[in-house]
Each structure stands twice: as C-alpha cells, then as structure tokens.
C-alpha cells in the first residue's frame, strides 16, 4: 500500500485542525503560499473534544482537505505531571476529527505524530518498522499511546474504507510559536526562556535538566510544514512516514548553541535530579528522502529566528498558565 501521490492542493479547502499551535500556525503560514483556502476555526467557536459539534463543523465547512494538527503536547515533566490529559484528551479529538473527516468524505488527512511512539531501545536511527516492536520511554507514554491510536485509526480506515489518510511522525521540533512554559515546555523553548532570563539577571549559572548526555534530533517548524505539504501532495501509504533532519547532537550540546544564540555567557549546570527520557531518539528519514524532501535550515539560523520570535511575544509568554 505504499504509493506516491499527485494530489493538487490547488483550489482545495484545507482544514487546519490546531491552528493556535507550533505545528498548526506553520502550516498556515507554509498553506498561505498553495493556492488553496485555509480554514481554521477558534476554539470557542469549534471544541474539538465534542464528537457531534466537530462533526457539525467539519459538515458545514466541508473542507476536501484535514490537517490533524491538534493536540495536547508538552514536555516531559507535563507529560510525566498529566497522563490523564495527554492520554483522554488526545484520544477524544482524534476519534472526532478522523471519524467525522470520514463521514464528510474528505480527499486526505494527514494526522501528526510523535517519534515518541517508538520503543524506548529502539534501533537507531529509527526507522518506521520499529513501531510496537518494545516498550514506550515511561515519561512519555500517555501521549505517545494516543499518537499510536491515532495513526492505527488513519490505518483502519483506508484498510476498511480506502480512505486517504496519511500519518507523519516528526522528530523533536523547535521554532516559531513555542509554548514556552517553563515547567510544561520541551527543551528548546524551556532553555530560549531560562537562558534569556539568565542574561537579563546577569546569573552566573543556569541550570539545565538531567545528564546533558541524552541525544536529540532537532528540526525547526517551519521545515515540517514544509513537509507535511509536500506528503499531502506526493505520499499516499498506510506506512507512518520520519522527518527528521539528521541534524543530532547532545542536550549539553543544544543548550550550549541556544546560550550561544541568545548570548548567554554563564556557566551551564546540569541538575540530574531531573529525568533524562529517553537515551537517543534519531529518527530514519530516509524514506522522505528518497522522496526528495529535505530539511533546509540550520540549527544557528532556526534557533536565532525562534529566539526573535521569542522576543516578540516575552510579556504574552510571561503570562504563564498554571498547567498548559
Ligand atoms: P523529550 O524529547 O520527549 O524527552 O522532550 P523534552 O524536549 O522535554 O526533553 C528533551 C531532553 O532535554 C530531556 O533529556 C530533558 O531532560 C532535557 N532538558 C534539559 N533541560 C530541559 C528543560 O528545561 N525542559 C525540558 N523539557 N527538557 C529539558
């Protein structure tokens, strides 16, 4: 069933489910350059944990096109602090979304995943094949059991229906429109934030959580939407399909290029009392690849425009939530 489409977004209206988000706001920004019509609708107008409401909307709106891009993300102290949330949450507006973009027969869906829903040891770089072939990281596994359910439902249904649902795993994002929470935020956000305050407070040391040593692969937001754009035009399978950018290195390492990016010049600590998660999570792109998707921009580069970004909202991300 893997295949390689040519769908033409030209003239198609696509749903941009999670448009507030990281993700969802790049991919409105990357759909602004297609010529196509982007619907997006607010959170009080549309709740998408409601079955009968989204259905509603999806029915009136009649998009030919869904981008699944809402969920409840955060980074491994929210996702160890509210399984209940990152589990039932996730699981609710999924089952609405791809079962109501089933029953208004949309063209495609393309659903987001995680690189979280790999096994903990899996062989790296992590190709698709290695799902569900171990057990999850523990600090993660609440989301990461939704983001499964929810690529198993796109699976189900082009199995049973022949529906052109699509599932795209990205690996660690960064970039414009982080939730940067200093609790509740994934590191490259949680790191611009401290960082930054550091310098303003003039600190000597600002500390970092767990080893340093964990590997991450980071890919800037804008890239993915660029992406997912291109899967939505040339990939049809019921395989997940990586993106990654091949670009790895150590925590110790990532935060001493954010220091570097927002001019902090203190000293790094790393507080090991904090979890590590998982010990290396590089994922296997070379199906996108082989594809002709690539990855575009630098680590420096995205992290200094995520840094700009940053700057431009700091009273709004100053007005933290208590949980996000
Ligand atoms: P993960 O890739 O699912 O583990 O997501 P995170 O982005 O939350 O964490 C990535 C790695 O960065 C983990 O090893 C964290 O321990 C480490 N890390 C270092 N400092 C921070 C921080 O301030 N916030 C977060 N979220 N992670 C941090």
């Not at 995205?302 to 700057?311: K, N």
Request: proline content about 5%; hydrophobic content about 40%.
């Amino acid at each position: 069933m893997t295949g390689v489409s040519n769908y033409d977004l030209a003239g198609k209206r696509v749903f941009v489910a999670g448009h507030r988000g990281m993700v969802g706001s790049a991919l409105v920004r990357r759909l602004a350059s297609e010529n196509c019509t982007v619907l997006i609708a607010d959170r009080r107008e549309l709740d998408l944990t409601k079955e009968e409401p989204t259905l509603r909307w999806l029915e009136a709106n009649r998009p030919e096109v869904v981008v699944h891009a809402a969920a409840k993300v955060g980074g491994i102290a929210a996702n160890n602090n509210f399984p209940v949330e990152f589990l039932c949450d996730n699981l609710e507006v999924e089952l609405n979304v791809i079962r109501a973009s089933h029953t208004i027969g949309v063209q495609r869906l393309l659903f987001l995943g995680s690189s979280c829903i790999y096994p903990k040891y899996a062989k790296q770089p992590i190709a698709e094949s290695e799902l569900l072939t171990g057990p999850l990281e523990p600090t993660n596994e609440w989301y990461a059991i939704a983001k499964i359910a929810g690529l198993k439902m796109c699976q189900a249904y082009r199995r049973q229906y022949g529906d052109d649902f699509i599932s795209v795993m990205p690996t660690n994002l960064y970039g414009r429109g982080d939730n940067y929470h200093p609790d509740h935020s994934h590191v490259p956000a949680a790191l611009i934030r401290r960082f930054h305050e550091a310098k303003l407070a003039k600190a000597p040391t600002v500390t970092v959580w767990g080893t340093g040593t964990p590997l991450r692969e980071f890919l800037n937001v804008d890239d993915f939407a660029d992406a997912c754009i291109f899967l939505l035009k040339n990939y049809s399978s019921d395989l997940p399909i990586n993106v990654g950018s091949g670009n790895e290195l150590t925590i110790a390492d990532f935060a001493a290029a954010v220091a570097e990016v927002v001019g902090y010049e203190g000293k790094l600590l790393f507080d090991t009392s904090k979890p590590d998660g998982t010990p290396r999570k590089l994922l296997d792109s070379s199906r996108i690849r082989a594809l002709g998707w690539r990855a575009n921009t630098s680590l420096r580069s995205g992290l200094a425009s995520a840094y700009e970004d940053f700057l431009k909202g700091y009273g709004r991300h100053l007005e933290v939530p208590a949980a996000s």
